[in-house]
């Protein structure tokens, strides 16, 4: 006699809904999430005084152009912010272009010594950024760059990450009977790259993208180390606001506010190829 069994009823079948408890967690994580960035703008757009008042403030008030423009004056904010682009943005397009190519050579190609180097780039991970610190710095004064956003550009031109992460992305993103076919019909080694590999790897080169503008924007250390006062980056700068006897916090959260902007943005340019990479590979999965 045959036997019936049941679906678990823990499991979501398809054509189900999510339920209010589930709608109603991810709004309350979402709320959580949004505070401190409203938290943060309300202390922006309000004076000093009321900081310290009891109960907090918790409606933006009418002082934030006020408090930007003293951001600006306080500091070379605004060098600061042109920096920070052209350091973010050159690091970010050589990382994802090399990591992609490097990616593409050692998911796909087939050439002596490739398991070696990318257990050799893989390896260079777990070597700890600070101990590279001093060596760094004395090249970078041989080189005459102390001071110069070059120092902070060239080191971080490519990542072991990024290699690693796009190697095991092209892997299985990108058939070897694709290629093979590209062969075929006479495309070169870089042509394939470009018009086959990139295409391809375009959801994964948005993920690495963002994290990479992410870490070269509040990248806080290095550029303490190899630059001045003179020419900062944006949280170097943020660190001048936060000096001195007195921190004025409402300084300080006006510039965070500023510098969270691009943030926001690169990951609202890029939010679209994220979402679309991981729905792509849910439906192939």
Not at 21 to 45: C, D, E, K
Not at 115 to 140: D, E, K, R
Not at 151 to 178: K, N, R, S, W
Request: glycine share 10%.
């Amino acid at each position: 006699m045959a036997t019936i069994t049941r679906p678990f009823r823990g499991v979501l079948r398809p054509g189900r809904s999510a339920g209010f408890w589930t709608y109603a967690a991810l709004i309350a994580v979402l709320l959580g999430s949004l505070f401190p960035i409203y938290w943060s703008l309300v202390v922006a757009s309000q004076s000093n005084d009321a900081i310290a008042k009891v109960p907090p403030v918790l409606t933006p008030g009418g002082h934030l152009f006020e408090n930007i423009a003293r951001v600006f004056d306080t500091t070379v904010f605004g060098k600061a912010l042109l920096n920070s682009f052209i350091v973010s943005g050159s690091v970010t397009v050589s990382v994802v272009f090399f990591s992609t190519l490097a990616g593409f050579a050692f998911a796909k190609l087939r050439f002596r010594g490739r398991g070696g180097l990318l257990v050799a780039a893989i390896a260079t991970t777990t070597v700890p950024h600070q101990l590279g610190i001093i060596p760094l710095y004395i090249l970078m004064g041989e080189l005459g760059w102390t001071g110069r956003i070059e120092a902070v550009i060239v080191p971080g031109l490519v990542t072991a990450f990024g290699v690693f992460f796009m190697t095991q992305y092209l892997t299985g993103a990108v058939p070897d009977e694709l290629l093979e076919a590209g062969r075929m019909d006479g495309c070169t080694t870089l042509r394939l790259f470009w018009h086959v590999v990139l295409p391809a790897a375009r959801p994964a080169a948005a993920v690495l993208g963002l994290f990479t503008f992410m870490q070269a924007w509040n990248d806080f250390f290095w550029p303490l180390v190899v630059l001045t006062p003179g020419n900062p980056t944006v949280q170097y700068a943020l660190s001048a606001l936060a000096s001195g006897y007195t921190t004025d916090y409402t300084l300080v959260l006006t510039g965070t506010v500023i510098a969270t902007v691009p943030i926001v943005v690169v990951f609202a340019l890029l939010g679209r190829q994220i979402i679309g990479g991981i729905m792509s590979g849910a439906i192939k999965g």
